[in-house]
């Protein structure tokens, strides 16, 4: 899971960088360690992990109430970040990435700043939030058949900043590595070699450089490895029409699936895969709207419900999907603002659980990829909140369903029996 960090006199900090990496290949353990080469972390890089051992994260089972809330906020966090890109193009967001890494630094917010951060997240407060996370990273870890690992490390500079026991405590509680270091170049090395290593090679480096007010960085790195249920036995050339109306030919994905579902009139279907905890929806929206329409109109309530109601027995899905791969790169604040977080980028956020300095959040970016192909998903998140010091299988069929996904439409992974979305995006062209 992810964690938080902490302080300094009117400097800036990273307080979290979360990498989620869904993958596909041959699966392997040795395979995927073949696939790259370990980094070592130097020794400017002092561990003082033992120092701060042997407290247990608090966890609280994924419930209903957990569900809704995330699912909500999920496709909130969808509509506004689609608000703010050009009208043609593809979007993908991680909420798990997002909201893990909004939450634990909520968890050190009081007053007016953890209020707008509770309303905005649906209704349940930082904390809570927090242990709902750690219950379902710590099941998704536990599957078979497909690997699901995180890794927590904290960073910080400590000939100029102390962070409060409290949060290095809870760090640890999550499994964090914690790191003393000069905050320099070989410190930039030590943060992407770690990164490296516990995504796999999949995301090498997330720090170009560190600013000299830099004071504090915690990284959380989730690492995904699984196939398709059902794998596709190859693809057929078809005709994509995008958002703008343009038509082309790409590769389809063609088989069959055994649950359907309905969300305000757009149709969709679910496939597993392996391991039986995680899965793949898609949604068509109506032919006479657009996904930008169908979008606005759409809440997680709604997919939650329509997810839960899905229909799989005596049902056969015909089904289409283009294989599609692409990158997504974004600012969350003015999304977070629409949702009610305010504060929180102002001087008048009280970010005091954290440190005895006033801070304030100064950006929140996130990066996302995806690649969907004939074997499975690979998928990578990065959630980076910078903060700064302030002044203060089925019988017989008898249905029959199509559902081509042809023309715009919305996509989620997510984990299976709460419905919650890890991952949600849209297509607009391939």
């Not at 109430?65 to 699912?71: C, D, E, I, T």
């Not at 956020?349 to 970016?365: C, K, N, P, Y």
């Not at 990829?369 to 990578?380: L, P, Q």
Request: glycine share 6%; charged share 25%; with cysteine.
């Amino acid at each position: 899971m992810k964690t938080i960090a902490e302080t300094c006199f009117g400097r800036r900090i990273i307080i979290s960088l979360i990498c989620l990496t869904m993958t596909l290949p041959q699966f392997c353990t040795a395979a995927a360690a073949a696939d790259f080469s370990e980094k070592p972390v130097s020794p400017s890089s002092v561990n003082e992990t033992a120092r701060y051992q042997g407290q247990t994260a608090s966890v609280k089972k994924p419930d209903s109430r957990f569900a809704k809330a995330m699912a909500n906020t999920s496709v909130r966090l969808l509509k506004e970040t689609m608000r703010t890109r050009k009208n043609n193009k593809n979007t993908l967001i991680s909420p798990d990435s997002i909201l893990t890494a909004m939450t634990l630094v909520g968890s050190g917010a009081s007053g007016k700043t953890a209020a707008e951060l509770k309303r905005a997240f649906g209704g349940l407060a930082s904390k809570r939030y927090c242990r709902y996370f750690a219950g379902l990273h710590n099941k998704l870890a536990g599957g078979t058949d497909f690997t699901y690992k995180t890794a927590n490390s904290l960073w910080y500079r400590k000939d100029r900043i102390r962070l409060k026991p409290s949060f290095l405590n809870r760090a640890a509680s999550f499994g964090a590595d914690i790191y003393a270091a000069p905050f320099d170049t070989r410190t930039v090395t030590d943060m992407n070699s770690w990164v490296n290593n516990n995504t796999h090679g999949k995301i090498p480096s997330i720090i170009n450089r560190l600013d000299p007010q830099t004071r504090t960085a915690l990284i959380n790195a989730v690492y995904f490895k699984g196939e398709w249920v059902d794998k596709y036995s190859g693809t057929r050339k078809r005709t994509f029409t995008s958002g703008s109306g343009t038509k082309k030919k790409v590769k389809m994905l063609e088989g069959t699936e055994h649950a359907y579902f309905t969300v305000n009139d757009a149709e969709g279907f679910v496939k597993d895969y392996r391991g039986g905890k995680l899965a793949f929806a898609a949604l068509l929206p109506p032919e006479n709207m657009t996904v930008d329409q169908y979008v606005k109109g759409l809440s997680g309530s709604a997919f939650i419900k329509g997810y839960k109601k899905r229909k799989t027995e005596n049902i056969l899905v015909y089904t289409r999907m283009p294989e599609f791969s692409y990158d997504d790169s974004i600012s969350l604040e003015k999304p977070l603002r629409k949702l009610g977080v305010k504060t929180a980028f102002t001087g008048k956020a009280d970010f005091s659980g954290i440190s005895s300095t006033r801070m304030s959040i100064d950006e929140v970016l996130h990066k996302t990829h995806i690649s969907v192909d004939k074997d499975g998903t690979e998928a990578a998140a990065v959630t980076a909140i910078l903060m700064k010091a302030t002044a203060a299988f089925p019988p017989q069929p008898q249905t029959i369903r199509k559902v081509y996904l042809n023309r715009p439409f919305v996509y989620a992974i997510i984990e299976k029996k709460t419905g919650v979305p890890l991952f949600i995006g849209v297509v607009k062209k391939i």
